[in-house]
């Protein structure tokens, strides 16, 4: 892989400065635009992690896109929900008045995947601009994750609790209706597969359009590791950007 260099920033947030990596494409205008925000648990990672660098280098080379890497504050230090979800959000808002392109997605992986999926919800009900596309690696957006446990410290630290949760917290529970076109990426083999499958089928009976790929072979965050799943990551990062391109 020949990666791009980004370029930082930071964007005005209610919480204070956001860090963004901006990767614009090499040859020619932005064909559509992508907010990307990493996965970590929401309580680790950063922009040089694979799952934030190489994702969006590669994406922006592929899909002749500019992509923006959000390094939202994570959940750790005091710092809980919604300061995450605000963080993508005043990114997202800013990206949509630089007018990077015509056509504008959001997406994440994992926890990240959450925090997109928040941030649309977020824009739908408050009469803004939704994206266009949602691009969303092996998301992690319900609590309980059906057939799969464990999680219980990461929500707790996350939001505070674990009953009562907001909608856009962990966004599997909230009203799915009126969102764009969603394109959900799963690891075989991953206990947190199901909360992607189940998003799936919620989304179908929300009649928002979804495609799915399975990497086959891959484990959760198979993103993050591209030295332990070369083929998956390839085949991955192929089907995102062909759906980017094509921003629908």
């Known amino acids: 892989m020949s990666m791009?260099?980004?370029?930082?920033?930071?964007?005005?947030?209610?919480?204070?400065?956001?860090?963004?990596?901006?990767?614009?494409?090499?040859?020619?205008?932005?064909?559509?635009?992508?907010?990307?925000?990493?996965g970590g648990?929401?309580?680790?990672?950063?922009?040089?992690?694979?799952?934030?660098?190489?994702?969006?280098?590669?994406?922006?080379?592929?899909?002749?896109?500019?992509?923006?890497?959000?390094?939202?504050?994570?959940?750790?230090?005091?710092?809980?929900?919604?300061?995450?979800?605000?963080?993508?959000?005043?990114?997202?808002?800013?990206?949509?008045?630089?007018?990077?392109?015509?056509?504008?997605g959001i997406g994440g992986a994992s926890a990240g995947a959450a925090l997109a999926m928040s941030t649309a919800l977020r824009a739908r009900d408050a009469g803004r601009r939704t994206p266009d596309l949602l691009l969303l690696a092996y998301p992690f957006v319900h609590y309980p994750v059906p057939g799969a446990g464990g999680y219980d410290d990461m929500v707790r630290n996350y939001?505070?609790?674990?009953?009562?949760?907001?909608?856009?917290?962990?966004?599997?529970?909230?009203?799915?209706?009126?969102?764009?076109?969603?394109?959900?990426?799963?690891?075989?083999?991953?206990?947190?597969?199901?909360?992607g499958e189940l998003l799936a089928h919620q989304l179908r009976g929300a009649n928002v359009p979804v495609t799915t790929f399975l990497a086959r072979g891959a484990t959760h965050g198979?993103?993050?590791r591209p030295a332990d799943h070369p083929t998956a990551v390839e085949e991955s990062l192929n089907y995102l950007a062909g759906k980017l391109r094509k921003a629908g």
């Open 41 to 104: 648990s929401f309580n680790h990672g950063d922009l040089d992690m694979p799952e934030a660098d190489m994702v969006a280098a590669e994406l922006s080379r592929h899909a002749q896109a500019t992509v923006i890497s959000v390094g939202y504050r994570l959940a750790a230090g005091g710092v809980r929900y919604p300061v995450p979800v605000d963080d993508v959000d005043a990114v997202w808002q800013w990206a949509c008045a630089q007018g990077f392109a015509d056509r504008i």
């Open 4 to 38: 791009l260099r980004g370029v930082d920033r930071d964007v005005s947030g209610p919480h204070g400065p956001v860090p963004v990596r901006i990767y614009e494409p090499q040859q020619g205008p932005a064909a559509a635009a992508l907010v990307w925000a990493h």
């Open 222 to 224: 198979h993103l993050n």
């Open 159 to 195: 939001v505070g609790r674990l009953t009562d949760l907001p909608p856009d917290a962990l966004p599997g529970g909230a009203r799915l209706d009126g969102l764009p076109p969603a394109h959900v990426l799963l690891s075989e083999f991953d206990d947190l597969r199901a909360s």
